[in-house]
C-alpha cells in the first residue's frame, strides 16, 4: 500500500482511491463477483472508489474480428463505436455484483462522465474530465464504476484510447480528483524481466516513472505508456498489483531511495535491420530516408549512421511486418542511385536494460557489454539513453543474453 | 410498397424512409452483408434511408442471463445500461458493411441522436426526439445507421424502450422526419393466424391501426404495440415485410377497402381463472381487489362479475407465473371474512378475434359462438370490444378452436 497517503485509518477513511481491473479480471460471473468483494473490502480504508474497468476477457478481440469479417478496413470511427460496448458491459455486471452485496454503486461511461478526447479515433487522447459531474456523481454513491478506454469528443463522437488505453482513463480519473491509483491485472506488480522470458525475474518493490516509461515503450506489457506519462504530469502515485491476492505490488512513483542500477530488462522480438549503403553524402538524401518512413508511419527504431569517405551508410530495425513495404519503397525512392545497396536482415531481438540508476554510476555500459561477451553475444547495434542501453542480439541467443544480464544486475530472485 | 406516397421516380429519390431491421436479420457476418444489400438497393428508390437496427441474434438475452448470474435482482438502471450495448454492436457492424460496398453511412446511438426517453427504465417511453441533429446527419450521409430500442433521458442517463422497443424507435423517428416506415423481420408480413398455430394461415395485406393494437395485445408477436400506437397518432404508413424477401409484405394503415369482419385471430396461452366468491356485497371490497392486484402490477384481465343475493363473484384471470403471489395476497386481503372462497384454475388460453368490419357488421357474435358451439368449445368467459371478441377456453381445445374460427372468418389461405 502506497505510504505516503495513508497514515492512519481516519484518514484513510476521507480519502479517495481510483483502482483499475483489467479484461482478465472480469472474464467471468466468478471473477466479477470475486473483484466486487474487492472492492467491499477497499471500502474499510476508501471513503470513496472510483472503478476503471476494460472490457471482459477477449471480448474487444473478438469484436474486432467480427468487425474485420464485414470489412477489412473499417473506418476507425466506426470501430471505436463498436468496441466500446465491451466496457459498458463491464461495468454494468460489475455494479449489478456490488449491488449484490450492498455497495452503493454507480456505472458510468464517458459521455455520461464527461471523459473528453480529440478526435484520433482507435488512439485518442484525454483532453479534460468534467470534475463537477465526477463530484456529484462520488457524491451520491460510495462506488464510481467507470468505463475505461473510452471517450467522447466536443460533438458526442465516440472514441477509444488504444490499447492499454483503460490504464490512461484510470490515471487521468486519479490526476483529476488529485488522489492514489491501483492498476490490478494477472501479474502481482512489475518485474524485472518479464516472468515469462525468465521465470526467476523479481519483482520491483518500486519503479520510477522514467524508468516505467522506458520499460513500457521497451516492450513490457505493464502499463500503458501514456498512462504513466499522466502519472509523471501529475504525479500521481501508482500501485500495480495482483487482482486476486493482497500482496503489495510495485509503486510507480517519482524518485525512491537506493534505486538499483539497473531495475529492469526489456525485450522487443521481431526486429528486423534494413541497411541502405553507399548513399551520396548529401543532407537531403540522409532527410528523405526519414521522412519516408515518418510518412508511412513505419515505427523505425535504433538508427545508426556510418560515414565512409564520401558515402553514408544508414542502418536501422523495424518490426518485421512491414518489411515488404518498406524494401519497395525505397526502391523507388533510389531508383535514380545505381550504387545504393538496399539489404535487410531479420531474426533479431531488441534487449534493454533499464535503471535510474545509471545517471548516477559509472561503469554500467563496461559492465553490460563485458557480460554479453562473456555470454558470446553477437551484438549488432547498440543505442542508449541517460537510463537504458539497448542492443540487437539475433534471436536465437535472446535466452542467454536474457541470462547474462541478468546475473550481472541481480534481476533474479533468491 | 406503400402507394400512397410513391407515384413516380422523381418523387421516390426526394423521399426519406426509415426501415427497421430485427435482431434476426442480423444475426451474422452473412445476413449483416445481406441487410447492407437490401439498403443499396432501397437507395434507388430512396433519397435518404434512416435505418434503425437491434441486438443481433440472441445477444439481449444473453446478457441478461449474465446479469442474473451475477445478480438475481439487478436494478433496471444497469440492466439498460447493459443490454443497450447490443444495438451498438449491430449498428457499426451494418454501418462497415454499407461502408464496404460504398455507401455513405453513419452509426449513431440515442445519445448523440438526442432519443430523449422518461426515466421509466426497462420500459422507457420516448419524449422527443432532436429533429436538427437528424437533419445534420442526413445531410452528410446517405444512411443513418441508429441503435433501437435505447433512448437517453434528459440528464444523460440511459434507458431502453421495452421488448420489441426497436419497432418504437423507428415509428418515432419516421414521425419526426414525417415519413414511411418499413419493419423487416423473419416474417412476410402480418397473418391472420401466427403461423406456428396454423400453417394455412392468410397473410393479410392491409391491417388497420386500431385491428394491429388489438393484436399486439393479445398476444400477436408481430409488432409492439406502442409503436403502432405512435404511427396511428402520426399517421406513420407502416409495412410490415420480410427482409429477406422482396414480397410486399402488409401495410398497417388507418382504414382500408374491403375490411373483412374479422382480419385476425390472436392467443394466449397459460392464463389462469382466479375467482373470488361470496365476497360482502360492499363496494370497498370490489375496490380493494383491484387496487391490490393494480398495486402488485398483476397483468389482470378477462374480469367477471356477478352478483347473487347480496354476495359477489369476481372471477378474472392472469398470467400462470403469478399464481403464487396472487392467492398467498388475498388470503391475507379477505383473512377476516370466512366465507370468502378463493379459487383458481389453471390450463386455458384465450382466444381473440379481431376485425375492424365487426363494427359494421351483425351477427358477428352469433357466428363466433355458433362456430365455438359446434366444435364442442367449452367457453368459460367472454369479454369484447368494438372490433374483438375473446373467450377462455381450455388449454386443449385451443387447435381445435382456432380451427374452427379460422373456418368460420375465412382465415385460411387456398
New interface residues.
Given amino acids: 500500500m502506497n505510504s505516503h497517503v495513508m497514515t492512519d485509518r481516519t484518514k484513510k477513511k476521507e480519502t479517495t482511491v481510483v483502482q483499475k481491473y483489467g479484461g482478465s479480471s472480469l472474464a467471468d460471473?466468478v471473477k466479477?463477483?470475486a473483484v466486487a468483494e474487492k472492492i467491499k473490502k477497499a471500502l474499510n480504508n476508501f471513503g470513496k472508489l472510483v472503478v476503471v474497468v476494460s472490457a471482459n476477457g477477449n471480448t474487444t478481440n473478438q469484436?474486432i474480428q467480427?468487425?474485420k469479417?464485414?470489412?477489412p478496413k473499417?473506418?476507425a470511427r466506426?470501430?471505436d463505436?463498436?468496441v466500446?460496448?465491451?466496457e459498458?458491459?463491464s461495468?454494468?455486471?460489475l455494479?449489478?455484483?456490488l449491488?449484490?452485496i450492498g455497495i452503493k454503486a454507480l456505472?458510468v461511461?464517458a459521455?455520461?462522465l464527461g471523459i473528453e478526447t480529440d478526435r484520433v479515433y482507435t488512439e485518442a487522447r484525454i483532453q479534460k474530465i468534467d470534475r463537477q459531474r465526477l463530484s456529484v456523481c462520488l457524491q451520491r454513491h460510495d462506488v464510481l464504476v467507470v468505463t475505461g478506454f473510452q471517450g467522447i469528443t466536443g460533438d458526442?463522437?465516440?472514441t477509444t484510447l488504444g490499447r492499454g488505453g483503460s490504464d490512461t482513463s484510470a490515471v487521468a480519473l486519479a490526476a483529476t480528483l488529485g488522489c492514489d491509483c491501483e492498476i490490478f491485472s494477472d501479474f502481482d506488480g512489475i518485474f524485472t524481466v518479464d516472468p515469462r522470458l525468465l521465470t526467476k525475474s523479481k519483482k520491483l518493490s518500486h519503479i520510477s516513472y522514467d524508468e516505467m516509461l522506458e520499460m513500457a515503450s521497451l516492450g513490457a506489457n505493464v502499463l500503458h505508456s501514456r498512462a504513466v506519462e499522466i502519472a509523471k504530469k501529475y504525479s500521481v502515485h501508482l500501485r500495480c498489483a495482483s487482482t486476486f491476492s493482497d500482496k503489495g505490488g510495485t509503486i510507480v512513483t517519482e524518485n525512491y531511495l537506493e534505486a538499483p542500477v539497473v531495475s529492469g530488462l526489456s525485450v522487443m522480438r521481431n526486429q528486423t535491420q534494413i541497411t541502405l549503403s553507399n548513399l551520396p553524402q548529401r543532407v537531403e538524401q540522409n532527410k528523405a530516408v526519414f521522412a519516408v518512413a515518418s510518412a508511412k508511419n513505419w515505427n523505425i527504431d535504433m538508427i545508426s549512421i556510418i560515414q565512409i569517405n564520401n558515402h553514408l551508410d544508414i542502418a536501422f530495425t523495424v518490426v518485421e511486418s512491414v518489411i515488404d513495404d518498406v524494401i519497395s519503397t525505397y526502391e523507388d525512392v533510389f531508383k535514380q542511385d545505381k550504387n545504393v545497396l538496399i539489404r535487410t536482415q531479420s531474426g533479431f531481438s531488441k534487449i534493454s536494460v533499464v535503471g535510474l540508476g545509471m545517471k548516477s554510476s559509472t561503469g554500467v555500459a563496461s559492465r553490460f557489454f563485458s557480460a554479453l561477451s562473456k555470454g558470446g553475444i553477437n551484438v549488432k547495434m547498440v543505442t542508449t539513453s541517460e537510463i537504458k542501453i539497448s542492443v540487437l542480439i539475433p534471436d536465437q541467443q535472446l535466452e542467454k543474453a536474457v541470462e547474462c544480464l541478468s546475473e550481472e544486475f541481480e534481476l533474479c530472485s533468491e
Fill in positions: 460471473e466479477i463477483k469484436l467480427q468487425a469479417k464485414i470489412n473499417p473506418l466506426e470501430l463505436m463498436l466500446s460496448t465491451g459498458q458491459v461495468a454494468s455486471l455494479t449489478m455484483a449491488h449484490g456505472s461511461n459521455y455520461q458526442n463522437e465516440v
